[in-house]
């Protein structure tokens, strides 16, 4: 089970960090971690994703350089830390799991094998 939370209300430029909690068969050290967020009438895509050993990263070009991956495979957690927010980063936010999962595929949804119910983050004044 993977369980978002950490969502809310800020304002531009402001931040946020949202946390995935897993348990049971969602996480492993060797699974490949990754969030998406879907705004509302729109499809769900790709925003961050980090390999088992948080060695490698890759983003999304719209949150490049204000989003930060990380994982602690230790307490099954992976972190979304996010910066500089924008009105257009409004969206739920999922976390998934890849059990197989390589970098560069990383960015395709249908690869995932598990998902959190997701958390809302809006971003307005």
């Known amino acids: 089970q993977l369980q978002a939370s950490g969502g809310g209300l800020v304002q531009p430029g402001g931040s946020l960090t949202l946390s995935c909690a897993a348990s049971?068969?969602?996480?492993?050290?060797?699974?490949?971690m990754g969030w998406f967020r879907q705004a509302p009438g729109k499809e769900r895509e790709f925003v961050a994703a980090?390999?088992?050993?948080?060695?490698?990263?890759h983003y999304a070009d719209s949150v490049k350089g204000r989003f930060t991956i990380s994982r602690d495979n230790a307490k099954n957690t992976v972190n979304l830390q996010m910066n500089s927010l924008k009105p257009e980063d409004t969206a739920v936010y999922y976390c998934?799991?890849?059990?197989?999962?390589?970098?560069?595929?990383?960015?395709?949804?249908?690869?995932?094998?598990?998902w959190g119910q997701g958390t809302l983050v809006t971003v307005s004044s």
């Open positions: 998934a799991a890849d059990r197989f999962g390589l970098i560069p595929t990383s960015t395709d949804k249908t690869k995932y094998d598990y």
């Open positions: 049971g068969r969602t996480f492993s050290n060797y699974y490949l």
């Open positions: 980090i390999t088992g050993s948080g060695g490698t990263t």
